[in-house]
């Protein structure tokens, strides 16, 4: 499976890094990724970094885009890219997540500002027994305000890239792709440069838009914001929203997010001193498409079911734009069994109901 075979490359990986180092390395990025993010310089500075966060955050970032792109897929029975782009793709989780999608024949582009961590990725690429990770091409290049004309510079010289330092020029110089990739990114970037990205990413988009943040009140936000820009663009919302109007949480008072189980990683253990085998990945996330490939659900679970004694209660967006809870008892059977078995972010009704 691809991420057996993922986590054996990073497992790899991370006996070429001192404990004492990885340790400084993961440390320092966890407070970058709790706190505010540098936006001048890339949080991946060299080998002991990227090798760090590949080790301690890559199964996580990957899980998370995977749980993304599969509610994408559910929703688009039939329909495969032929062709992704992974914006700020660093070492290519995404891209990884996407195989494990869909495992068919496609063409892959990473662009990202770091390049040591393009290297990295393309080093776990070359290792994979999937042909499209092997001949993926990385991209050194940045949308932010800060080094454009450097990154155009190189882009040019590379035959990518922007061909001038202004915003609009970089859009147009992302390739096209049927699916854009965002994932753990937009945190980045200042709003201006957010701004930016999505445009270029849609602009990028023949199909299909994901957008994958960390499940915090603040990735909330980037994603709610993100989303608006989708839509605005003419876009429609296939997941996890079962609507494209308005979202129905409030900001401040509760956020929309996710979360998926992830297997701790020895260098996990190894630095946070954690007896669990494992840890739940909280995320947000948006998928939107172009046109008419699919169809989204009629509600969405957006927290944890509650089961009380002969009931499941559960709590839903709904196609209507509004927020529900519903209390599923013993009495309707059938319907009883499927909540007890549906998990949070799963749609509702499940498509065998």
């Keep these: 499976m691809i991420d057996q075979e993922l986590r054996g490359a990073l497992a790899a990986l991370a006996e070429e890094l001192p404990a004492r180092q990885a340790t400084a390395a993961v440390e320092r990025l966890i407070a970058n990724y709790r706190g505010t993010t540098p936006t001048t310089t890339p949080v991946l500075r060299d080998r002991a970094d990227v090798v760090a966060y590949a080790a301690y955050r890559m199964p996580a970032t990957f899980a998370a885009a995977t749980a993304a792109l599969d509610a994408l897929a559910e929703r688009t029975p039939g329909?495969?890219?032929?062709?992704?782009?992974?914006?700020?793709?660093?070492?290519?989780?995404a891209v990884w997540a996407a195989e494990a999608v869909w495992p068919t024949p496609r063409t892959t582009h990473v662009l990202d500002w770091a390049e040591p961590a393009l290297a990295l990725g393309r080093e776990l690429a070359a290792r994979a027994e999937a042909e499209t990770l092997r001949k993926a091409h990385w991209q050194r290049?940045?949308?932010?305000?800060?080094?454009?004309?450097?990154?155009?510079a190189q882009g040019a010289a590379e035959g990518h890239g922007a061909q001038g330092g202004q915003a609009a020029a970089a859009a147009r110089a992302l390739p096209g792709a049927d699916l854009v990739t965002l994932s753990y990114v937009l945190g980045e970037l200042t709003p201006e440069d957010r701004r930016t990205t999505v445009e270029a990413a849609v602009s990028a988009a023949r199909q299909a838009v994901v957008l994958v943040e960390p499940g915090t009140p603040d990735g909330y936000l980037r994603i709610i914001e993100a989303r608006d820009a989708l839509i605005a663009a003419g876009l429609r919302v296939l997941a996890p929203c079962p609507h494209s109007a308005a979202c129905p949480i409030v900001p401040g008072e509760d956020w929309c997010h996710f979360a998926t189980r992830v297997s701790r990683s020895?260098?996990?253990?190894?630095v946070k001193g954690g007896e669990l085998a494992y840890e739940d990945e909280k995320f947000s996330y948006v998928a939107a498409v172009r046109g008419d490939p699919g169809e989204p659900a009629h509600s969405r679970v957006i927290r944890k079911p509650l089961l009380r004694k002969g009931q499941v209660i559960l709590d839903l967006c709904e196609e209507s734009g509004s927020l529900a809870r519903r209390t599923?008892?013993?009495?309707?059977?059938?319907?009883?069994?499927?909540?007890?078995?549906?998990?949070?972010?799963?749609?509702?009704?499940?498509p065998a109901d």
């Design 79 to 93: 329909w495969t890219p032929a062709s992704h782009l992974d914006v700020g793709g660093g070492t290519g989780a």
């Design 141 to 152: 290049g940045s949308l932010r305000a800060a080094g454009r004309t450097a990154d155009a």
């Design 266 to 270: 020895s260098l996990h253990r190894r």
């Design 328 to 350: 599923i008892t013993k009495r309707d059977a059938p319907r009883y069994r499927a909540a007890r078995n549906t998990p949070w972010g799963a749609p509702w009704p499940p």
